[in-house]
């Protein structure tokens, strides 16, 4: 995979603290250097954390366990996805909705609205 032109982490860079950025043209890292932004921005194409997790939870319904409670049932747990995997992208939908969602209500009241 290539990457898309942009600003990275200098490759080059051995100093101590972050690392300043260097601009990639899709081909050759470039002598365009600047100080390392402070915010970071997700990738355009980056799908969503929730999506991404119930896929990957999903996708454990094909392996095999060696290890753990489902190792003794073998073959006979294929088809059937990871519990654990399930519950972790239960909870990352849930934290990604929390993050993303709509502001709370401004009619909720607050502790200091409390007597």
């Known amino acids: 995979m290539t990457m898309p032109p942009g600003w990275y982490p200098d490759p080059g860079y051995a100093g101590n603290g972050p690392a300043p950025e260097r601009w990639w043209d899709g081909t050759n890292w470039t002598g365009r250097t600047?100080?390392?932004?402070?915010?970071?921005?997700?990738?355009?194409?980056?799908?969503?954390?929730?999506?991404?997790?119930?896929?990957?939870?999903?996708?454990?319904?094909?392996?095999?366990?060696?290890?753990?409670?489902?190792?003794?049932?073998?073959?006979?747990?294929?088809?059937?996805p990871d519990a654990g995997a399930h519950s972790l992208a239960l909870i990352v939908r849930a934290v990604h909705a929390t993050l993303t969602g709509p502001a709370a209500p401004t009619d909720r009241p607050t502790t200091k609205d409390t007597p």
Do not use: F, K, Q, Y
């Open 34 to 80: 600047r100080e390392t932004t402070t915010t970071a921005e997700p990738a355009p194409h980056a799908a969503p954390p929730a999506a991404t997790a119930a896929d990957a939870a999903a996708d454990t319904a094909d392996l095999l366990p060696r290890r753990g409670r489902a190792r003794p049932h073998a073959e006979r747990s294929l088809g059937t």
